[in-house]
């Protein structure tokens, strides 16, 4: 069978435009899991009785101790993930390697917030007795929420180029928050301690 490449193939099959606006369920999606996930830990969270403790590691002189040295070293690759990042989208200079730097500092930020939120949901609770405490437990439930979109959309094709940065300044400033209401406020009122 041969085949005219002169041909008229206009009307079998029709072609498919070229930039269709994209599915609502593309964006609606992750915004509903994102809820889900948020709003299922913040009711984990308070209704859960607090056990006091999750997990002790040798070396530590508290659980508190080592869930503030675990925040630490996740925000430290959140910031590990932003600068690459910046790199990625060619705002810093930054080596060829700079995408492979971006998603394993991202594995390890959330491999290294695991434990911690563990510690603080079956531990302590969703606590809301002063300020600092209702903040912590908000954005925490938020930033595991914002994470899980994150992750769906990077599966995406074709998102708009600001909605990926936007969604991941808002998961890194949440960390931010929470580190500061969590690990910062430790070493401030105990010491720097292991």
């Given at each position: 069978m041969t085949v005219d490449p002169n041909a008229a193939t206009q009307d079998f099959p029709s072609p498919e435009p070229a930039h269709r606006a994209p599915h609502p369920a593309r964006y609606l999606v992750p915004a509903l899991v994102a809820g889900a996930v948020a709003v299922g830990l913040g009711v984990y969270g308070k209704v859960h009785d607090p056990a006091g403790t999750s997990f002790n590691l040798a070396g530590f002189s508290s659980t508190q101790a080592?869930?503030?040295?675990?925040?630490?070293?996740?925000?430290?690759?959140?910031?590990?993930?932003?600068?690459?990042?910046?790199?990625?989208y060619g705002k810093l200079p930054g080596p060829r390697w700079s995408s492979v730097l971006h998603r394993w500092s991202g594995r390890v930020a959330f491999l290294v917030s695991v434990p911690v939120a563990v510690h603080c949901l079956y531990a302590l609770g969703y606590q809301t007795y002063e300020s600092r405490v209702l903040w912590h437990s908000l954005l925490g439930c938020f930033f595991f929420?914002?994470?899980?979109?994150?992750?769906?959309?990077?599966?995406?094709?074709?998102?708009?180029?600001?909605?990926?940065?936007?969604?991941?300044?808002?998961?890194?400033?949440?960390?931010?928050?929470?580190?500061?209401?969590?690990?910062l406020w430790f070493f401030r009122t105990f010491g720097v301690t292991t």
């Open positions: 080592v869930k503030s040295w675990l925040a630490t070293a996740a925000i430290f690759f959140a910031l590990v993930q932003v600068v690459s990042a910046a790199m990625v929420g914002a994470f899980s979109a994150k992750m769906l959309l990077l599966r995406s094709e074709r998102l708009p180029g600001w909605l990926l940065p936007v969604v991941g300044g808002v998961v890194f400033t949440a960390l931010t928050v929470i580190w500061l209401t969590s690990a």
